[in-house]
Nanobody
Framework: VQLQASGGGLVQDGSSLRLSCAASGRSFWSPVAAWFRQAPGKEREFVVGIRWSRNYILYVDDVKGRFTISKNSAENTIYLEMNSLKPEDTAVYYC???????????????WGQGTQVTVSS
């Protein structure tokens, strides 16, 4: 199984980006998908997680109202729509699959390779 993240880039403060993460093989985004990010010198941080069967979504506070997680089942892909980006959103963003919506990255089983998002001020 492989998860391929893409969509990162260099944007200005206030801009938008949409990250994608495609899963190879069978439909793979159940029961839980999540996005994490890791800024230089910092630990990997939970951004958002979703349990599809219950449509339960948990966002970290500083992205609420700005970021949205979604899925295209036909394309076996999840997305992270990021609006009103800030310099502090700069990080490598990772997609992940797990069994529960938790903030602990060690609880997730499969990971994408990461895509760099840089927001300039």
């Amino acid at each position: 199984v492989q998860l391929q993240a893409s969509g990162g880039g260099l944007v200005q403060d206030g801009s938008s980006l949409r990250l994608s993460c495609a899963a190879s093989g069978r439909s793979f985004w159940s029961p839980v998908a999540a996005w994490f990010r890791q800024a230089p010198g910092k630990e990997r941080e939970f951004v958002v997680g979703i349990r599809w069967s219950r449509n339960y979504i948990l966002y970290v506070d500083d992205v609420k109202g700005r970021f949205t997680i979604s899925k295209n089942s036909a394309e076996n892909t999840i997305y992270l729509e990021m609006n009103s980006l800030k310099p502090e959103d700069t990080a490598v963003y990772y997609c992940a699959v797990g069994s529960n919506v938790v903030r602990d990255s060690s609880r997730y089983t499969y990971w994408g390779q990461g895509t760099q998002v840089t927001v300039s001020s």
